[in-house]
């Protein structure tokens, strides 16, 4: 009859490897940088390195950023701001980088051909969605200095422009994607109103003013129905 040994033998996890007689220097693993380990992120646009710390949503005291509307330029009427007058709001001695966009009316649609679109809009309460995204941008895209956000209302003939978003900030990567998060923003929150008017006798139509709509919110608009003679 054979006797067992006694020795306590280590527990085995099976994950697969078998890693139990590798040389304890052989289980260290390098781990990736992460915002769990408070790494350094540099970044390719002459931003400086950042210390990237890990954020809870469970944090009941989050941090409140003091956001002043003098760095807003909203405007909801029938002309807009001249470029200068935007380029010269937005600049700063503190910012590198100026990031607009401009929508313009083209001539074309679905090979319909556009004469002009007509925007409808109730001021104020559009003037105050503006300035609500604007703030939402600061918190959001915390480098940013200026925001513009600038919408005309009545006709918009081909060639023109309709609606101007920017900002400026120390650096270009932050700027570019504030701006692109301002005319997304705007196009499904701000209750501004398009029609395209189409050449001949082709119906006029309002558009849906929204390109998204995943996970956005998003207006659904009414397509006008043709009047007919003396209606």
Same mark, same amino acid.
């Given at each position: 009859m054979t006797s067992t040994d006694n020795k306590s033998i280590p527990p085995r996890f099976d994950d697969?490897?078998?890693?139990?007689?590798? $040389?304890?220097?052989?289980?260290?693993?390098?781990?990736?940088?992460s915002s769990d380990n408070n790494s350094?992120? $540099?970044?390719?646009?002459?931003? $400086?390195?950042?210390h990237i710390s890990k954020k809870s949503n469970d944090n009941p005291n $989050?941090?409140?950023?003091d956001i002043n509307d003098s760095s807003f330029l909203v405007q909801v009427s029938e002309t807009l701001p001249s470029n200068d007058t935007i380029q010269t709001f937005l600049s700063s001695p503190s910012c590198g980088a100026i990031s607009t966009f401009?929508?313009?009316? #083209?001539?074309?649609? *679905?090979?319909?051909?556009?004469?002009?679109?007509?925007?409808?809009?109730?001021?104020p309460m559009a003037i105050k969605?503006?300035? #609500?995204?604007? #703030?939402? *941008?600061?918190?959001?895209y915390t480098g940013v200095d200026?925001?513009? *956000?600038?919408?005309?209302?009545g006709e918009c003939p081909v060639g023109e422009a309709s609606v101007v978003v920017g900002c400026s900030s120390p650096h270009r990567r932050e *700027?570019? #994607?504030?701006?692109?998060?301002l005319i997304d923003e705007l196009k499904g929150r701000v209750p501004i109103w398009k029609k395209e008017i189409y050449e001949g006798d082709e119906e006029?139509?309002?558009?849906e003013n929204v390109e998204w709509h995943e996970g956005r919110r998003r207006r659904v608009m009414v397509k006008e129905e043709k009047c007919g003679d003396g209606a």
């Open positions: 697969g490897k078998d890693n139990h007689n590798e $040389p304890q220097q052989q289980q260290q693993v390098q781990q990736p940088l350094i992120l $540099p970044l390719s646009d002459g931003t $400086p390195s950042q $989050p941090t409140i950023i401009t929508g313009i009316t #083209r001539n074309n649609f *679905a090979g319909k051909t556009v004469t002009h679109l007509s925007y409808e809009g109730y001021t969605e503006l300035k #609500r995204l604007c #703030r939402d *941008a600061k918190t959001k200026k925001l513009v *956000a600038v919408h005309v209302l *700027a570019i #994607r504030c701006t692109e998060y006029s139509v309002w558009k």
